[in-house]
């Protein structure tokens, strides 16, 4: 043991870690300092978790006419809102002429993806507060893929050791009472609502209401996961003429962080999540106007 820490002791004073580090120090620093002179989003990508909004972060990034932000996911609107809004804006691109307002937004644009704000109580009224005038994304994965997705990713990371079958009969104990800790302490931060969510995630209709009554209908582009994946040129298209950019698609398109599964969700839970989460779905329809091909 002792051993092991003093490579570890090596290997964090070595002097390229060390460098890196520094950079690292001086990057930030740099960034908070210049805040005031940086851009805040055009768009969000708000969710849903576990259907895809990695990949379309990507593809965007990759567009000429997007400047990246530093990180994918800043938690401003969930977790961080009390670190204020300099901190948040020095994670975007400085002001420049190239991000000058054109005939229909920006020549570049610049934007987030947080899954968790699609699922938070409070992060559509604080983004309407803040970017009163941004894009909304919402890709929306079939919730029965979505939870067994999401609940892999729990077991990936070691956050979760209970079966599939066990978690969700224990979600609604677990979640007891977290969201209305949320609303009544904005600066309370539970991760037992965002990892155990899995049913809770699913249940899509109230949380784009929430979204819907904040942002305007055109500030708003819902897209199903499914289809994101079969025809994802489509759909990219689609995204741009949504943001106002330029027709262009990256050289290879695919999802860019697949999950692994151990097993297969079983078939008697598939049939159980079917009738649990039908009602939900039937709702979700009638407000969108339209019906996804989730109930087989």
């Not at 079969?230 to 943001?243: G, I, M, N, P, S």
Request: contains cysteine.
């Amino acid at each position: 043991m002792a051993r092991n820490h003093v490579l570890t002791a090596k290997v964090w004073h070595s002097p390229r870690v060390r460098w890196l580090r520094q950079s690292l120090s001086v990057n930030r620093l740099y960034r908070n300092l210049s805040a005031h002179r940086r851009r805040l989003p055009d768009y969000l990508i708000v969710g849903a978790q576990k259907s895809g909004t990695t990949s379309l972060w990507e593809y965007l990034n990759e567009h000429p006419n997007v400047e990246p932000a530093c990180i994918k996911e800043m938690n401003y609107f969930d977790a961080n809102y009390q670190r204020g809004i300099a901190w948040y804006r020095s994670h975007y691109p400085l002001q420049s002429e190239q991000s000058q307002t054109a005939a229909c937004g920006r020549l570049t644009l610049t934007g987030e993806s947080c899954a968790n704000y699609m699922f938070h109580p409070l992060a559509p009224q604080r983004a309407a507060e803040t970017v009163p005038d941004a894009k909304i994304i919402f890709l929306l994965r079939n919730p029965l893929d979505r939870a067994y997705s999401h609940y892999q990713l729990k077991l990936r990371r070691r956050q979760e050791l209970l079966s599939f079958e066990e978690a969700i009969e224990a979600e609604p104990e677990r979640l007891a009472g977290e969201e209305e800790k949320i609303i009544g302490d904005r600066n309370y931060d539970s991760p037992t609502y965002n990892w155990y969510s899995y049913l809770a995630r699913g249940r899509y209709v109230d949380q784009i209401i929430r979204w819907q009554q904040h942002f305007r209908p055109e500030q708003i582009l819902i897209l199903e996961a499914g289809e994101f994946f079969k025809r994802t040129a489509d759909a990219y298209q689609r995204v741009l003429e949504f943001l106002c950019l330029p027709r262009w698609q990256p050289t290879d398109f695919g999802n860019r962080f697949p999950g692994k599964y151990g097993e297969k969700m079983s078939d008697a839970t598939r049939r159980q999540l079917l009738d649990y989460f039908a009602p939900h779905n039937e709702r979700l329809y009638a407000q969108l106007g339209t019906r996804f091909n989730w109930d087989q």
